[in-house]
C-alpha cells in the first residue's frame, strides 16, 4: 500500500476555481452561518437551572419502647411482726418479683396490718386484700374440713407426704371443692410441709395423758376437737395473743408451731416446760391465696409464675426453718435454761384414741368431710407404708456419731 502525500499548492499550481470549488465555499458559510444563529438562539435561551441535589434520609427514630404497666397485689400475713414465718412469705414475694421482671409485684403486709390474722381468708375472698399468706386451720370455723388440709387426723403421713397428697394424691381438687361449697372467691395452693409441732409449752411437764385434763390450753383447728376430746379447755387464739392470755391467766399452757416462732414471741421468759413431738399438728404446710378475680385477669405466664413460685418458696422454706429451728431449740435449752423434753409415749396413744373418735363423730355428721378423709386414707395406705418401711434409723446414726442419747419420752 502507498502513502499519497499532498504538496502545499501555490497560486500558481491551484487549479481555476470551479463550479465544485464554489459549491464547497457556499456550503461553508451557510455552515458557519447556522452555527452563529445556533450560537445566538443559545443565548437567547434561559439558562437550566442546576441539577437539585437529594435531600439526605433522615434515620427513623429508635422506636419507643413502652414498659407495661407493673400489677402490685397487696398480700397480708396471718403472722405476727416477729415471726419466722413472715420471712417464709418474704422469700416467696422475692421470687415472684424477681422471676416477673418488672410486671408483677406483690407487696407484702405482716398480721394485723389491714385485717387480724384470722380473717385474711375473708378479706382475700371479698377484695380487700388481693393475696393472702395463712393457714386453713385459721378459717375452719367455716367448716372442719378446712382443716383437713393440713391438721387433720393422723394416719401415718408426716406433713411432706401429705404435700405430695395435696399436689398428686388428689387432695388439690378436694380443696378447690371446699372452697366453691364455702362460695370463696380465692385461688389457694400450698406450700412449707411444716415439721411435727411440738405438744407446746407448760407450767409442769407432762408425764401422762391424765396431765392434759382440765388444762385451760391454746391450739387451732381439728387440734381444738382433738385436746378438748383429751379433756382440756381450749381457747384459740392467733400468735400475737399467746403470752398476754398467759399472762391474764385465760390460759395455762398453749402450743404454736415451731421452736423459733416460740422463741421470738418470748414463750421461755414466761414458761419453762417445752414438751417436744405431738399428733395434733403433725402434718401442717402453709395456704397461699389469691383473690380469684384478681388472679385470672393476671396473663397466663403471670399466673404461672405465682403458682410455681409457691413450688420455690417450699423448698427454700423448709431450708431456712431447718436452719433456725434447730439452732433456736440449742439457745432454748443452752442460753434460757428451758427443761426441753420429749412427749411421752402415752400421750401419744392417747391423742389416736381420741383422732378416731373425732374422725368417726365428723365423718357421721358430714359426707364431704369423710370424702376427704378416704382420700387421705387411700393415699397414706400406699404412701407411708412405703415409707415406713424403707426409712433408715437416722437416729441411730446420730447416736452412733455424737456418741449421745436423744430424749425419749
Keep these: 500500500m502507498t502513502e499519497n502525500i499532498s504538496t502545499p499548492s501555490t497560486p500558481e499550481t491551484d487549479p481555476p476555481a470551479g463550479p465544485t470549488r464554489r459549491k464547497f465555499l457556499r456550503a461553508a458559510t451557510f455552515g458557519a452561518a447556522g452555527a452563529a444563529a445556533t450560537g445566538l438562539l443559545a443565548s437567547c435561551s434561559p439558562e437550566p437551572e442546576p441539577a437539585k441535589t437529594a435531600e439526605p434520609v433522615k434515620a427513623a427514630p429508635p422506636p419507643v419502647v413502652v414498659k407495661p404497666s ?10 405476727g411482726a416477729k415471726d419466722i414465718i413472715n420471712e417464709f412469705a418474704e422469700e416467696y414475694v422475692q421470687r415472684v418479683n424477681e422471676m416477673s421482671d418488672g410486671r408483677l409485684r406483690i407487696d407484702y403486709l405482716v398480721g394485723g396490718s389491714v385485717v387480724k390474722p384470722f380473717e385474711v381468708m375473708d378479706a382475700v375472698s371479698k377484695g380487700v386484700l388481693d393475696a393472702g399468706h395463712t393457714v386453713p386451720v385459721y378459717w375452719y370455723g367455716k367448716s372442719k374440713v378446712a382443716s ?14 401429705t404435700l405430695a397428697w395435696i399436689y398428686r394424691g388428689g387432695g388439690q381438687k378436694l380443696y378447690e371443692e371446699l372452697l366453691e361449697k364455702l362460695e370463696l372467691d380465692v385461688v389457694g395452693h400450698f406450700a ?42 381450749v381457747t384459740q387464739l392467733s400468735g400475737g395473743e399467746i403470752i398476754p392470755a398467759l399472762e391474764k391467766g ?7 408451731n415451731n421452736p423459733t416462732s416460740d422463741m421470738r414471741f418470748g414463750a421461755q421468759d414466761v414458761i419453762k416446760n417445752y414438751m417436744m413431738g405431738s399428733f ?7 395456704e397461699i391465696i389469691f383473690n380469684k378475680k384478681k388472679y385470672q385477669a393476671l396473663p397466663k405466664d403471670l399466673q404461672a409464675i405465682l403458682r410455681y413460685g409457691i413450688e420455690a418458696a ?17 439457745d432454748l435449752i443452752n442460753k434460757h435454761k428451758v427443761n426441753v423434753l420429749r412427749t411421752p409415749r402415752g ?28 382420700s387421705q386414707r387411700d393415699w397414706a395406705k400406699r404412701v407411708a407404708y412405703y415409707w415406713a418401711l424403707n426409712d433408715a434409723e437416722f437416729k441411730l446414726g446420730y447416736e452412733h456419731i455424737f456418741k449421745t442419747k436423744i430424749p425419749t419420752g
Excluded at 407493673?70 to 403472722?79: E, F, R
Excluded at 407446746?200 to 390450753?217: E, H, Q, R, T, V
Excluded at 417450699?314 to 440449742?330: E, G, I, K, P, V
Aim: one cysteine or more.
Design 70 to 79: 407493673v400489677v402490685v397485689l397487696k398480700m397480708q400475713g396471718s403472722w
Design 314 to 330: 417450699s423448698s427454700s422454706n423448709f431450708w431456712t426453718a431447718m436452719d433456725n429451728y434447730s439452732r433456736d431449740l440449742q
Design 148 to 161: 383437713l388440709f393440713g391438721s387433720g387426723p393422723i394416719n401415718g403421713c408426716d406433713a411432706q407426704q
Design 192 to 233: 412449707m410441709p411444716m415439721p411435727t409441732q411440738p405438744l407446746g409449752w407448760f407450767k409442769k411437764p407432762i408425764k401422762s395423758a391424765d396431765d392434759l385434763n382440765g388444762l385451760k390450753y391454746r391450739t387451732v383447728g381439728l387440734a381444738a376437737d382433738l385436746m378438748q376430746e383429751m379433756g382440756a379447755k
Design 280 to 286: 395434733h399438728q403433725a402434718m401442717e404446710f402453709i
Design 347 to 374: 400421750v401419744f396413744e392417747a391423742q389416736l384414741k381420741a383422732w378416731d373418735t373425732i374422725t368417726k363423730k365428723l365423718s357421721d355428721e358430714d359426707p364431704f368431710f369423710a370424702k376427704v378423709v378416704e
Design 250 to 256: 385465760v390460759i395455762d399452757a398453749f402450743e404454736f
